[in-house]
């Protein structure tokens, strides 16, 4: 009889165990579908008890089989001496020839014990019980004894006094008054062993791994890595046990060294350890939760490097990989997380407590503010109470004022730039704080979650809680997993799509309900004639789902026809065409935010609409498939229902800004009269909805007017028509997306993943703007004007975004050569550095003051684009309403 791991016809692929016996087994061979190949122990077991034979793993019965009786009374010699071998690990002699199995055991074996009778499975558990206890003795016993002779450095069996102090430094007294080296001299490894049973008596087996752990990283920072007896049985378990990896940083993140407390560490004191700690705390008290957007945002760009989607999320981000982003990104996530507008003291005092936590003497930071004039004596002074107070920035500000009221202080743009350099250093220590929490999401947090959980769920408030930190490794290894093992490689089908039909029914101003002339009609007709069904959008990345031909029009398709279908496509759906989306309220009132953002039609409920929808899931699946990008421009409280985020009454400003100004007004803490009602124009329990159509919120609400008792309860039915209005489209679209690719793991997504996963990164492109860029008051090589120009080069994309919203009200340029307006920047008379830029968004016009000087420029722009977005309301729309009217651009 023969016990081997076993593979299967295709090759050497671990399937799980087998037993080989070509006589008294039935099917002449058993094999179990358990796994054992797989990196950890199992427990073994074979019994046989003349009738029946039986395989188990982990005490778990994974296969049987009834023995056959011998159809000859004595067997061939050959025979007999085959039935008589034991093989455990291998095959028996020829059963290669016979195929029964493939490949051959790959791993380790310990304790191999063997019974004369047939253990029950009670027996069978708690041998093994005992055989583990056994084993977990003897890695700690090894354990301790790797630390002992790591210890010793001169290899003599022995540990002085001066061993301990070149190990742990001052803390080693306690070590020798522990041990005795008083009277002994010294110790021995049986000394050692004794002195760690004592402690694990006292602080339990987690309690003495941790020591020993701490004792091993103080000799790892040391140059001296352990080394295992000679004799050691389970040395690869020790290293484990001691989490002994790279050393490139004196100290591994999963090793979780913030946790440790003084207690666990028995008074060893780490220098590494505690650099690590200061700069860690100092980086959260700046940076804090509000980095953490930008930092993941540049993790993710780091990993981007290594390849496609498929490549780049197989593993987590490793610590020495953050050293590869450019300079560009750092600057550019800096710049995200709006610290310009501290003071120069703040700035100088944080400087000093970063170095300070990094080690560096007060000396060297005043040696890079370049000349200076201070008081020697009076720096010293302050430097001992900042000492005393632990090194926080705090502490540090008397320095800084110190510093910066002298008359020959350091330069303000000194300080700026070695604050944004320590910033950057910063966001790696910060950086490692997201790593330590998405090791422990990935460990203990998903397996217990439940993606399918609604968003106004406890699942799905946690999960939205953890969502802006989570890493792209977390969020896209396992959903990219599914796609490779799920996609389809078939033959490609050809369609025919008529442009011509679609373009005269545009022209013709008609609407097509029933999705037979317009583009997507045809296009959702033709793959519906296909037999592959939904598989035919599972394509693999950079791959077609169909050839496209154009009738009445030439060219073969290549790829170019197919890219120019799916544009078509997409545009048409942001067209009244078809009823599928239509604009949101502020783009039809040209107010507020997202005036270029299309939502899904309350109105489209027909089949017809309903199959389109599902049609519409499934490229934005084939998009997330096979990175042919869909041009979208659809408003962000719908990617947050595709997603499964919450929508909360801040999307409601996003879409509807006279519909959030009236949810101000009746929610409002101060109290409601008969006056402020009147004065919103005479409100009813009706109301238009984001097509512009009235309807009721309750029955009969066109007669039912709002009074100040009742107005919450209006509130409350806006509030939840806005953001419940296109539930029905919702659930179709994402029917049809969960066709194509696994829609739950989509949760872990943020709105933008997905944005820019279906639909790319929206870049402004300034020399385009330039081109269709107009002046008042100014020509282009105006001194002034470059500023502007200059400072939005220094800008990030996401900031030129923010920028285009705040003097057009939308976020990307048209992808037209002819714009419908070009932007108008307008200089102001005058230099003043007081004044702030101002735009008049229904126009795309800019009022530049005369700045003096390129710092100054950007500084304001960079104000204006953060905080002046949302106050936009343009004043001729807002007056139709008879309320608010000075609310002017």
Same mark, same amino acid.
């Given at each position: 009889?023969?016990?081997?791991?076993?593979?299967?016809?295709?090759?050497?692929?671990?399937?799980?165990?087998?037993?080989?016996?070509?006589?008294?087994?039935?099917?002449?061979?058993?094999?179990?579908?358990?796994?054992?190949?797989?990196?950890?122990?199992?427990?073994?077991?074979?019994?046989?008890?003349?009738?029946?034979?039986?395989?188990?793993?982990?005490?778990?019965?994974?296969?049987?089989?009834?023995?056959?009786?011998?159809?000859?009374?004595?067997?061939?010699?050959?025979?007999?001496?085959?039935?008589?071998?034991?093989?455990?690990?291998?095959?028996?002699?020829?059963?290669?020839?016979?195929?029964?199995?493939?490949?051959?055991?790959?791993?380790?074996?310990?304790?191999?014990?063997?019974?004369?009778?047939?253990?029950?499975?009670?027996?069978?558990?708690?041998?093994?019980?005992?055989?583990?206890?056994?084993?977990?003795?003897?890695?700690?016993?090894?354990?301790?004894?790797?630390?002992?002779?790591?210890?010793?450095?001169?290899?003599?069996?022995?540990? $002085?006094?001066?061993?301990?102090?070149?190990?742990?430094?001052?803390?080693?007294?306690?070590?020798?008054?522990?041990?005795?080296?008083?009277?002994?001299?010294?110790?021995?490894?049986?000394?050692?062993?004794?002195?760690?049973?004592?402690?694990?008596?006292?602080?339990?087996?987690?309690?003495?791994?941790?020591?020993?752990?701490?004792?091993?990283?103080?000799?790892?920072?040391?140059?001296?890595?352990?080394?295992?007896?000679?004799?050691?049985?389970?040395?690869?378990?020790?290293?484990?046990?001691?989490?002994?990896?790279?050393?490139?940083?004196?100290?591994?993140?999963?090793?979780?060294?913030?946790?440790?407390?003084?207690?666990?560490?028995?008074?060893?004191?780490?220098?590494?350890?505690?650099?690590?700690?200061?700069?860690?705390?100092?980086?959260?008290?700046?940076?804090?939760?509000?980095?953490?957007?930008?930092?993941?945002?540049?993790?993710?760009?780091?990993?981007?490097?290594?390849?496609?989607?498929?490549?780049?999320?197989?593993?987590?981000?490793?610590?020495?990989?953050?050293?590869?982003?450019?300079?560009?990104?750092?600057?550019?996530?800096?710049?995200?997380?709006?610290?310009?507008?501290?003071?120069?003291?703040?700035?100088?005092?944080?400087?000093?407590?970063?170095?300070?936590?990094?080690?560096?003497?007060?000396?060297?930071?005043?040696?890079?503010?370049?000349?200076?004039?201070?008081?020697?004596?009076?720096?010293?002074?302050?430097?001992?109470?900042?000492?005393?107070?632990?090194?926080?920035?705090?502490?540090?500000?008397?320095?800084?004022?110190?510093?910066?009221?002298?008359?020959?202080?350091?330069?303000?743009?000194?300080?700026? $730039?070695?604050?944004?350099?320590?910033?950057?250093?910063?966001?790696?220590?910060?950086?490692?704080?997201?790593?330590?929490?998405?090791?422990?999401?990935?460990?203990?947090?998903?397996?217990?979650?439940?993606?399918?959980?609604?968003?106004?769920?406890?699942?799905?408030?946690?999960?939205?809680?953890?969502?802006?930190?989570?890493?792209?490794?977390?969020?896209?290894?396992?959903?990219?997993?599914?796609?490779?093992?799920?996609?389809?490689?078939?033959?490609?089908?050809?369609?025919?799509?008529?442009?011509?039909?679609?373009?005269?029914?545009?022209?013709?101003?008609?609407?097509?309900?029933?999705?037979?002339?317009?583009?997507?009609?045809?296009?959702?007709?033709?793959?519906?004639?296909?037999?592959?069904?939904?598989?035919?959008?599972?394509?693999?990345?950079?791959?077609?789902?169909?050839?496209?031909?154009?009738?009445?029009?030439?060219?073969?398709?290549?790829?170019?026809?197919?890219?120019?279908?799916?544009?078509?496509?997409?545009?048409?759906?942001?067209?009244?065409?078809?009823?599928?989306?239509?604009?949101?309220?502020?783009?039809?009132?040209?107010?507020?935010?997202?005036?270029?953002?299309?939502?899904?039609?309350?109105?489209?409920?027909?089949?017809?609409?309903?199959?389109?929808?599902?049609?519409?899931?499934?490229?934005?699946?084939?998009?997330?498939?096979?990175?042919?990008?869909?041009?979208?421009?659809?408003?962000?409280?719908?990617?947050?229902?595709?997603?499964?985020?919450?929508?909360?009454?801040?999307?409601?400003?996003?879409?509807?800004?006279?519909?959030?100004?009236?949810?101000?007004?009746?929610?409002?803490?101060?109290?409601?009269?008969?006056?402020?009602?009147?004065?919103?124009?005479?409100?009813?329990?009706?109301?238009?909805?984001?097509?512009?159509?009235?309807?009721?919120?309750?029955?009969?609400?066109?007669?039912?007017?709002?009074?100040?008792?009742?107005?919450?309860?209006?509130?409350?039915?806006?509030?939840?028509?806005?953001?419940?209005?296109?539930?029905?489209?919702?659930?179709?679209?994402?029917?049809?997306?969960?066709?194509?690719?696994?829609?739950?793991?989509?949760?872990?997504?943020?709105?933008?993943?997905?944005?820019?996963?279906?639909?790319?990164?929206?870049?402004?492109?300034?020399?385009?703007?330039?081109?269709?860029?107009?002046?008042?008051?100014?020509?282009?090589?105006?001194?002034?004007?470059?500023?502007?120009?200059?400072?939005?080069?220094?800008?990030?994309?996401?900031?030129?975004?923010?920028?285009?919203?705040?003097?057009?009200?939308?976020?990307?340029?048209?992808?037209?050569?002819?714009?419908?307006?070009?932007?108008?920047?307008?200089?102001?008379?005058?230099?003043?550095?007081?004044?702030?830029?101002?735009?008049?968004?229904?126009?795309?016009?800019?009022?530049?003051?005369?700045?003096?000087?390129?710092?100054?420029?950007?500084?304001?722009?960079?104000?204006?684009?953060?905080?002046?977005?949302?106050?936009?309301?343009?004043?001729?729309?807002?007056?139709?309403?008879?309320?608010?009217?000075?609310?002017?651009?």
């Amino acid at each position: 009889m023969c016990i081997a791991a076993w593979g299967d016809d295709r090759g050497p692929v671990d399937h799980g165990l087998a037993i080989h016996e070509s006589v008294t087994s039935a099917s002449g061979g058993l094999k179990g579908t358990r796994k054992v190949c797989d990196g950890a122990w199992h427990h073994v077991a074979c019994t046989f008890d003349g009738k029946e034979m039986r395989l188990w793993v982990d005490q778990e019965l994974v296969g049987h089989d009834v023995a056959e009786a011998p159809q000859n009374s004595a067997p061939p010699p050959a025979l007999a001496e085959r039935r008589a071998e034991l093989g455990v690990g291998r095959f028996p002699a020829g059963f290669g020839e016979l195929k029964v199995a493939r490949g051959g055991f790959r791993g380790d074996m310990k304790r191999l014990r063997i019974w004369k009778v047939a253990l029950t499975p009670a027996a069978m558990k708690a041998y093994a019980e005992i055989a583990e206890a056994k084993v977990q003795e003897e890695i700690a016993v090894e354990a301790m004894k790797a630390v002992f002779k790591g210890v010793d450095q001169l290899g003599e069996a022995k540990v $002085t006094a001066d061993d301990l102090v070149a190990v742990f430094g001052s803390a080693s007294g306690s070590f020798c008054e522990r041990l005795d080296l008083g009277k002994k001299g010294h110790v021995s490894c049986d000394d050692w062993v004794q002195f760690c049973g004592e402690l694990r008596a006292a602080r339990g087996e987690q309690g003495l791994m941790q020591f020993l752990q701490a004792c091993a990283r103080n000799l790892g920072q040391r140059r001296r890595p352990l080394q295992v007896q000679d004799d050691c049985a389970h040395p690869r378990e020790v290293l484990a046990e001691l989490s002994l990896a790279s050393h490139s940083y004196g100290w591994r993140v999963e090793a979780k060294p913030v946790s440790l407390s003084d207690a666990m560490l028995e008074g060893i004191e780490d220098e590494g350890l505690e650099k690590f700690r200061r700069q860690v705390r100092i980086a959260h008290a700046l940076l804090g939760q509000a980095a953490d957007e930008a930092i993941v945002e540049l993790a993710d760009r780091i990993a981007l490097q290594q390849g496609n989607h498929d490549d780049c999320w197989t593993k987590m981000l490793a610590v020495a990989e953050w050293s590869q982003a450019q300079p560009r990104w750092v600057e550019s996530a800096v710049a995200q997380m709006k610290l310009g507008k501290l003071s120069s003291v703040a700035k100088l005092q944080e400087v000093f407590a970063w170095a300070f936590a990094s080690g560096k003497r007060l000396s060297e930071v005043l040696e890079g503010l370049g000349p200076c004039d201070f008081d020697a004596e009076l720096m010293e002074e302050l430097r001992k109470e900042t000492d005393e107070a632990g090194g926080t920035s705090e502490a540090f500000a008397p320095i800084a004022r110190a510093l910066l009221g002298t008359a020959t202080g350091p330069d303000a743009a000194v300080v700026d $730039t070695m604050f944004r350099q320590v910033v950057g250093q910063m966001m790696f220590f910060r950086f490692l704080i997201l790593l330590e929490l998405n090791w422990s999401v990935s460990r203990d947090f998903l397996p217990l979650i439940d993606l399918a959980a609604p968003a106004e769920s406890a699942y799905g408030r946690l999960l939205a809680q953890v969502k802006p930190r989570l890493l792209g490794h977390l969020k896209f290894s396992q959903f990219q997993h599914v796609l490779q093992s799920t996609k389809y490689e078939g033959s490609t089908p050809s369609i025919i799509l008529n442009r011509k039909a679609a373009v005269t029914l545009r022209e013709r101003g008609r609407v097509d309900w029933e999705f037979r002339r317009s583009l997507i009609g045809q296009f959702l007709s033709e793959m519906r004639k296909q037999s592959g069904g939904p598989k035919l959008f599972r394509r693999p990345w950079q791959s077609r789902c169909v050839k496209v031909q154009f009738k009445g029009e030439g060219g073969e398709d290549a790829g170019g026809l197919y890219r120019e279908a799916l544009d078509a496509v997409a545009q048409e759906l942001h067209s009244k065409a078809v009823p599928l989306f239509v604009p949101c309220p502020n783009a039809v009132a040209e107010v507020g935010e997202n005036r270029d953002a299309w939502l899904l039609n309350p109105r489209a409920t027909t089949p017809e609409c309903v199959r389109a929808l599902e049609f519409v899931g499934q490229l934005l699946g084939l998009a997330l498939r096979t990175g042919d990008l869909l041009p979208l421009t659809l408003a962000p409280l719908t990617w947050k229902g595709i997603v499964g985020d919450e929508r909360k009454r801040e999307d409601v400003r996003s879409i509807d800004v006279f519909a959030e100004k009236h949810l101000a007004v009746l929610l409002s803490e101060d109290r409601l009269d008969e006056e402020t009602l009147a004065a919103m124009g005479g409100l009813v329990f009706a109301y238009p909805d984001v097509t512009g159509e009235e309807i009721e919120l309750i029955e009969g609400g066109r007669d039912a007017a709002v009074s100040p008792e009742n107005a919450p309860e209006f509130a409350r039915l806006l509030l939840q028509n806005r953001l419940t209005f296109d539930r029905f489209q919702l659930q179709a679209l994402r029917r049809g997306l969960a066709t194509v690719a696994p829609i739950q793991l989509i949760r872990l997504w943020s709105w933008r993943d997905l944005q820019e996963r279906v639909c790319g990164v929206a870049e402004v492109d300034l020399d385009n703007l330039k081109r269709h860029t107009t002046y008042k008051n100014c020509t282009s090589t105006n001194v002034h004007v470059g500023y502007m120009w200059e400072a939005l080069e220094s800008f990030s994309q996401k900031q030129r975004r923010s920028f285009l919203r705040f003097v057009w009200g939308r976020s990307s340029l048209p992808t037209v050569e002819k714009w419908e307006r070009n932007f108008t920047v307008q200089l102001l008379s005058g230099t003043d550095d007081t004044r702030l830029p101002c735009s008049h968004t229904c126009f795309f016009t800019l009022d530049l003051p005369t700045f003096s000087s390129f710092e100054v420029c950007r500084a304001k722009l960079d104000y204006c684009i953060t905080h002046c977005l949302a106050i936009d309301a343009d004043g001729a729309a807002a007056r139709s309403l008879n309320w608010d009217e000075d609310d002017e651009d």
